[in-house]
């Protein structure tokens, strides 16, 4: 977050686990910008979950550098890389998890690049 230059804000806000009612786990959303990240905390676990993050600036790159900026033919070569489905647009390309939990990453583009990166993932 050191790159982070722009407003920053931090929340975090409790909720009642799913499976477990009296344990209350934390929800943590960081806004930076127009760019958010949400984060699922698990009492229990104490990890920090990526749930949702809509990504707007350059500032944050995801795995194998891929971030807001960047061209869409490097794009498609970087996500050759991993086990997802890929469904692709003039405007949008969005990449899905074959196996496991549902993970949905959805690339808007604009003029041949990438100009928001929006990631949905389930988190139990």
């Not at 786990?25 to 806004?31: A, E, N």
């Not at 990240?37 to 944050?60: F, H, K, M, S, W």
């Not at 960047?70 to 692709?88: A, C, H, S, W, Y």
Request: proline share 4%.
């Amino acid at each position: 977050f050191a790159r982070i230059n722009t407003d920053f804000t931090l929340d975090a806000d409790p909720i009642e686990n799913m499976h477990r009612p009296a344990i209350t786990d934390t929800i943590y959303t960081i806004r930076f910008g127009e760019s958010v990240i949400e984060l699922y905390a698990p009492t229990q676990t104490g990890e920090l979950l990526l749930q949702v993050a809509d990504i707007r600036n350059g500032g944050i790159a995801l795995r194998n550098n891929m971030k807001v900026g960047m061209g869409q033919p490097e794009l498609m070569t970087k996500l050759k890389n991993f086990d997802v489905r890929i469904l692709q647009t003039n405007s949008e390309i969005v990449a899905t998890s074959v196996e496991g939990a549902p993970i949905s990453l959805r690339f808007f583009l604009k003029n041949g690049k990438v100009n928001r990166i929006r990631y949905e993932g389930y988190v139990d």
